[in-house]
């Protein structure tokens, strides 16, 4: 008997021992939360944001903008118990903390979209009716059109309650993702070496027009997918390294890629060619080598080398001969050169690295990737004329039959999201600030968030709803109205 009451004790204490760690292992990962992307609707009246373990969550801004009477005398209690408890914190660590942290909102909605620990890369709206969101190696489809209803519905029931002053409804809904689920894009992959098909790369942007939904892989590739026939109906080669972003340019009917490679490239999205290419690092652009002609050309100039292969081997044998000659002749030249000057030395470089300093130029072609340099986050203006470029620099753009770079905004660390917000650039990256920035690449503005790092900025264009969020890493959502300070905060909570 004693020791089976011991083996109970036991088991007991095992049992807490989990539940406890299960506790403080939710804890870590609701504080450690890194918000990757954010997204206002089409109709201006819902927020969606996606973190790094495969969580979505939902707010309905009416909530937040524009609360009633009731809801405001709630949530002024709700954040007075917060206040107290935060300032009972703040007396026993010793620490500070910004008022920005005294308002926030829940989400109305929470769902697992994507396998644990893996993050959402992107969310996009294909149209007020489905969400797509992309993982590490798919796309998923959700209806909109449910999640809104059901959120409807859940705050319905709790204005009843409110108003009967009965036990309160759960506020926030932990949507099973199967009844908003609609169909999956798997991530396409290359066919390699004896047939053999490469792993499933991650899907870092996504854009839509019509029926057409482009997304940029990481194999280094963009796709064109056609949703009525839910096939793949375009391939976009030609970068050398990892996409990072893609935008559908209703203005030029082209798409705009960005990649690891320090370019930017633009489409032609019914031929599949890529018709210019942007070097920010280079600060130039240059018209993209015919794909088909160059294949075509070095097919043809294979067969011909090959039968020509043992005459010209011959002939090499000789001219080897005559260039050992001629070098030394042109080293002599060389020498006499630089004892004249470098009057001659404009004529060394084509017209568009004219603008190029001379330590730029020691790669060996333009098409060469630049180490540590980088292309990423991209967005265009509402004429679709202005481009702006961040990543490892901040580039300005105007698009045309040029396609020429007005300026480069200077900023210290890396930009990972832009938006365009009439004539203002505004940025956010790797410390923290939010940047506002001019047409002609003046600094505007610099105003801090609550986050290390700032991963994403959305501006909502609706007139009854224009506000400005930033998230990153921190489970807060920053909320601007007047672009100079914090209003208040959305909290991402996590499906567990």
Known sequence: MFNNTNSNNNATAIHLNCYSNSIIQKDIQQREIVIVDTLFSLCGGYMVASNNIGCINVWKLEESLHPTTLKQQQQQYQQQQYQLRQQAHLESTHKTVGTSFSEFYKPHCTFRAHAPFTPINKIHFFNDQILASAGENDIKLWSWEKIKAIIDINLEKLQNQQQQQQQQYNDIIKLDWKLVYLTCIESPRIEGHGGQLSEKSEINGIDSHGALLYFASGNNNAYSYDLTTSQIISCYKGHTDYLHTIKYNSSFSNIITSSEDSTVRLWDTKSGQCVSILNPFYKISFEAPNNNEQQSQDSGSTNNSNNNNN???????????????????????????????????????????????????????????????????????????????????????????????????????????????????????????????????????????????????????????QILVAGGTSPFINTFINQENIAFSYYFINDD
């Open 311 to 465: 005459n010209n081997n011959n002939n090499n044998n000789n001219n080897n001969n005559n260039n050992n000659n001629n070098n030394n002749n042109n080293n002599n030249n060389n020498n006499n050169n630089n004892n004249t000057g470098s009057g001659n030395n404009s004529n060394e470089y084509t017209s568009i690295y004219s603008n190029i300093t001379l330590s730029l130029t020691n790669k060996t072609n333009k098409y060469e990737s630049n180490f540590n340099q980088w292309c990423g986050p991209l967005d265009l203006d509402e004429t679709g004329n202005w481009l702006a470029v961040g990543g490892s620099t901040l580039s300005l753009w105007y698009l045309g039959k040029l396609n020429t770079m007005v300026s480069q905004l200077p900023v210290d660390e890396p930009t990972y999201s832009i938006v365009f917000d009439k004539e203002k650039i505004i940025t956010c990256g790797a410390g923290g600030y939010i940047n506002y920035f001019a047409l002609d690449g003046r600094p505007l503005m610099k105003v801090p968030s609550s986050s290390k790092i700032l991963y994403s900025l959305s501006f909502n264009h609706h007139k009854r709803n």
